[in-house]
């Protein structure tokens, strides 16, 4: 199913520039094994969602997807693919 990502040990996910400008490209490098599209979740530090796009993975290796996030969005927050979770921060 979109949005499960197996063997989560073996799974990257990655953000740069890091940290970001608002409104500026952000992007997301990453790779799930058995090429899974997945839902990348976006969470202020509240646990509010504040963003979700789908990300569609490449034939093989990391794929890198741009993140277009709002341009308002200011702080720390906790990004989600699958099982993984990362900071981002937005300055």
């Avoid at 990257?12 to 970001?20: C, E, G, I, N």
């Avoid at 090429?35 to 969602?49: H, Q, S, T, Y």
């Avoid at 034939?59 to 906790?78: D, E, K, Q, R, Y």
């Amino acid at each position: 199913a979109v949005g499960d990502v197996p063997h989560a040990e073996s799974a990257v996910l990655a953000f740069y520039p890091h940290p970001s400008t608002a409104g500026a490209p952000l992007h997301a490098q990453w790779e799930i094994p058995g090429k899974v599209d997945a839902e990348l979740r976006i969470f202020d530090l509240l646990g509010r969602l504040v963003h979700a796009q789908q990300l569609r993975a490449s034939t093989g290796g990391l794929t890198t997807s741009v993140v277009a996030l709002p341009s308002n969005l200011h702080g720390m927050f906790l990004a989600r693919l699958g099982t993984l979770t990362r900071l981002l921060v937005i300055e």
